[in-house]
Nanobody
Framework: QVQLVESGGGLVQAGNSLRLSCAAS????????MAWFRRAPGKEREFVAA???????DYADSVKDRFIISRENAKNAVYLQMNSLKPEDTAVYYC????????????WGQGTQVTVSS
């Protein structure tokens, strides 16, 4: 149905930057709220950032001053620019999407590993 594919993960040193990309399918992409979640080993999945169809953004407190979420509707793409990375940012990062009128995120990517070394 709706497919989300993340890319851009990898191993980086603390203090460096990384940009994640999410490629989405579907003709209604521009109306979707898109988000990034992450799951660190042994921890629950946590919200990272979201962007609405009106380009309103929300960030988890832990990343608010460092990460930037953006979208490019012409490419059905969502990005997460991660700056000043910390070891605690190490996690599998997931792209997620939902119709703007939905409460829950219905569509999820497979995840991309981000590892931040100190």
């Amino acid at each position: 149905q709706v497919q989300l594919v993340e890319s851009g993960g990898g191993l980086v040193q603390a203090g460096n930057s990384l940009r994640l990309s999410c490629a989405a399918s579907g003709r209604t992409f521009s109306t979707y709220t898109m988000a990034w979640f992450r799951r660190a080993p042994g921890k629950e999945r946590e919200f990272v950032a979201a962007i609405t169809r009106n380009d309103n953004t929300d960030y988890a407190d832990s990343v608010k001053d460092r990460f930037i979420i953006s979208r490019e509707n012409a490419k059905n793409a969502v990005y997460l620019q991660m700056n000043s990375l910390k070891p605690e940012d190490t996690a599998v990062y997931y792209c997620a999407g939902k119709a703007f009128y939905k409460n829950n995120y219905d569509y999820w990517g497979q995840g991309t590993q981000v590892t931040v070394s100190s």
